[in-house]
């Protein structure tokens, strides 16, 4: 996992609860947390974080994971649409990150590894199969709920299938999705 992602979660993580309880989940999860942007990183990493917020917050790591993710979206939006036209609905918005976003991820780290979205609409709510080796999926989730909130929009995202539970994809349903 890029650097650039640890680097959005400790902004997050400041922002949200203080340099206190990054510190702390650092030091509860045995990690030095000297990332840099282009640096890789395990994904177990994350998910020892999570669970040290997990831990803390008494709450679930799928729970927590889905936070950050919500509260990461903002800050890694800016870094990679700066040069293209910005969607304004997350309709527009979850078509894109394919052929748009994850591009110019490629360009500025080339060799990450970004997951794939195959995305359908089932009548009113969007259905967003996640492809990836991470298994990250509530990170995801988390992410499809910060750009609703970066576009004004109020959603509910539910996952009918999910690897975690056996089943042989992930995929996240939209519901409310301008």
């Given at each position: 996992?890029?650097?650039?992602?640890?680097?959005?979660?400790?902004?997050?993580?400041?922002?949200?609860?203080?340099?206190?309880?990054?510190?702390?989940l650092l030091v509860s999860s045995?990690?030095?947390?000297?990332?840099?942007?282009?640096?890789?990183?395990?994904?177990?990493?994350?998910?020892?974080?999570?669970?040290?917020?997990?831990?803390?917050?008494?709450?679930?790591?799928?729970?927590?994971?889905?936070?950050?993710?919500?509260?990461?979206?903002?800050?890694?939006?800016?870094?990679?649409?700066?040069?293209?036209?910005?969607?304004?609905?997350?309709?527009?918005?979850?078509?894109?990150?394919?052929?748009?976003?994850?591009p110019q991820v490629l360009k500025?780290?080339?060799?990450?590894?970004?997951?794939?979205?195959?995305?359908?609409?089932?009548?009113?709510?969007?259905?967003?199969?996640?492809?990836?080796?991470?298994?990250?999926?509530?990170?995801?989730?988390?992410?499809?709920?910060?750009?609703?909130?970066?576009?004004?929009?109020?959603?509910?995202?539910?996952?009918?299938?999910?690897?975690?539970?056996?089943?042989?994809?992930?995929?996240?349903?939209?519901?409310?999705?301008?």
């Amino acid at each position: 996992m890029k650097g650039v992602l640890f680097n959005a979660v400790e902004e997050a993580v400041t922002r949200e609860w203080g340099e206190e309880m990054w510190d702390d989940l650092l030091v509860s999860s045995g990690l030095e947390g000297a990332y840099t942007v282009l640096g890789n990183y395990p994904d177990a990493e994350l998910v020892a974080l999570a669970d040290s917020a997990a831990d803390r917050l008494n709450t679930s790591v799928d729970d927590v994971l889905r936070t950050l993710g919500r509260l990461t979206f903002k800050p890694l939006m800016t870094r990679y649409t700066s040069s293209v036209e910005v969607p304004t609905s997350l309709r527009e918005f979850l078509p894109n990150v394919n052929d748009v976003i994850h591009p110019q991820v490629l360009k500025l780290y080339p060799g990450a590894s970004v997951p794939r979205f195959a995305l359908r609409e089932n009548g009113d709510d969007l259905e967003l199969d996640y492809l990836s080796v991470r298994r990250m999926c509530t990170l995801a989730e988390g992410l499809v709920l910060g750009a609703a909130d970066h576009y004004g929009e109020n959603v509910v995202v539910d996952q009918p299938c999910c690897k975690h539970r056996g089943d042989s994809r992930c995929t996240i349903r939209i519901r409310g999705a301008s």
